[in-house]
């Protein structure tokens, strides 16, 4: 079945960048869309970005100009660049893919933004 396997998460400072990968294997022809979301201590998990396999895309208004999701279909990834990072982006990232049998769930990556 398919699988999806988060990395470049780490620690970094206010205003600085990370760039988050999420790396499909399997049965993966019918991923439709592909997505971000994240869950912060005390918060619940809440989307971040999504794509489309026709490269639409859609944001959190708290990511807006910040974030940007893109993927490459060759390689089978999808990613996140995150910019002028804040203390609030604070969470565990997951990316998501949807197949017509439902939604798949990466393991998630964490990003720490120091004060």
């Known amino acids: 079945q398919v699988q999806l396997v988060e990395s470049g998460g780490g620690l970094v400072q206010a205003g600085g960048s990370l760039r988050l990968s999420c790396a499909a294997s399997?049965?993966?022809?019918?991923?439709?869309?592909m997505g971000w979301y994240r869950q912060a201590p005390g918060k619940q998990r809440e989307s971040v970005a999504a794509?489309?396999?026709?490269?639409?895309?859609n944001y959190a208004d708290s990511v807006k100009g910040r974030f940007t999701i893109s993927r490459n279909n060759a390689k089978n990834t999808v990613y996140l660049q995150m910019n002028s990072l804040k203390p609030e982006d604070t969470a565990v990232y997951y990316c998501h893919g949807d197949l017509p049998y439902g939604r798949v769930w990466g393991q998630g990556t964490q990003v720490t933004v120091s004060s």
């Open positions: 399997g049965s993966i022809f019918s991923i439709y869309s």
């Open positions: 794509i489309t396999s026709g490269d639409g895309t």
